[in-house]
């Protein structure tokens, strides 16, 4: 039986804390055999403004599924970023994932009139340019573990992929058609889920320090004071059970046709619609009737959503979606600001009334998992603000 080409990152002890995060112990470093695809939405700023943020959300999502659909698992080290997303694959398996790529950037094209920059950048590389990228295994929930990294090799690959100049020896330009199988289980049924506090904010926090322990102690104190404003537990969690409802209106549901049939004619867009409203018709009656089916217990499927939601993450950079009163959103401006003007550490929010879900269905049964942002622009538009702040603090870090 051939040997399992990512068995170096299955193999990870799964850290059982998110708080682990900020333990550089936890991390192993990526090996040179791998590689860093990074794919980001151009100009996603202008297209917020436009409107298009679920169209943004969307293409970045897609690019994850049509990657676990092309390997055929879903067990990878990857970041959703909002407006993109960041994936490790051992160098060996790049030839299957291509096809993925290259349809994803046709589907973003086609369908929203979106540009999707991928780039592909080799460990050896970010390595031989004085950087580094360690990856650690971190506990969901019972069904999966998510990736979180370590050190600037994913920041360096992200920016020279972005390069004009310097990235083009790392960008994929190619198109290619996506099949009815590319984007198989990406889903987008949920209604805007609003913030049972009021708020719902996309939060970044980069740490600004010249070593390691200066890291540490800066994540730790950030997510020892988020501990402090939202509590234990679910405190701070922004999908609650009974907030989701069922898009009944279908306002998404000609985006996830211009995912899904972005290629197709009229009429197959016309039937690929009409059998998502029905379909969601039906999932929304088994979920209020609790009934059990062979697929799934549908009166746990909320439950399951909720337990499977990626709404914070780890890549050298925090990223949060919170659900907030007003006065604790205060609270946490206040104490980001003062940490912003002693110069170690620069943040990025935005504030919405509600979180957008992205569904990727694998199976029915707890077998979904589902990326949180913020309404309106979330991360892509707390990314704007972390890199206006980042740059106020960029001549006291040279």
Known sequence: ???????????????????????????SPLPDDWVVI??????????IARGQYKDVNLVGSSLLIASFNALGRSDLPFIFGGDGATLALPESELARARPAFLATRRMARDGFGLGLRIGVVPMRDIRAAGHDARVARVRLSDRFSLAAFWGGGLGWAEKVVKDLEAGARYR???????????????????????????????????????????????????????????????????????MLQIDKKFSDEENEVKVHRSQAGRLGRKLFQC??????????????HRVKTLPADWGRYKQHLVTHSDYRKFDGVLRMVLSATPEQRAELVDWLEERHRAGELAYGLHIAKEALVTCLIFEREGGHLHFIDGAGGGYALASADLKVRLAKLMPATE
């Open 275 to 288: 059998y998502i409203r029905l379909e969601g018709v039906i999932g929304d009656w088994l979920m209020r």
């Open 1 to 27: 039986m051939p040997a399992d080409p990512y068995a170096f990152y299955t193999a990870l002890a799964v850290c059982p804390s998110f708080a682990d995060v900020t333990k550089p112990a936890v991390y």
């Open 172 to 242: 994929i330009e190619e198109y290619a058609a996506p099949t009815a199988e590319t984007f198989v289980g990406l889903e987008c049924r949920w209604r805007g889920v609003p913030s049972e506090k009021g708020e719902t904010l996309a939060l970044l926090v980069q740490a600004v320090a010249p070593d390691d322990r200066g890291r540490v102690r800066i994540f730790s104190e950030t997510l020892e004071k988020l501990r402090k404003i939202f509590g234990d537990g679910a405190g701070g969690d922004p999908i609650a059970e009974n």
């Open 38 to 47: 990074i794919g980001d939405v151009e100009g996603s700023t202008a297209a």
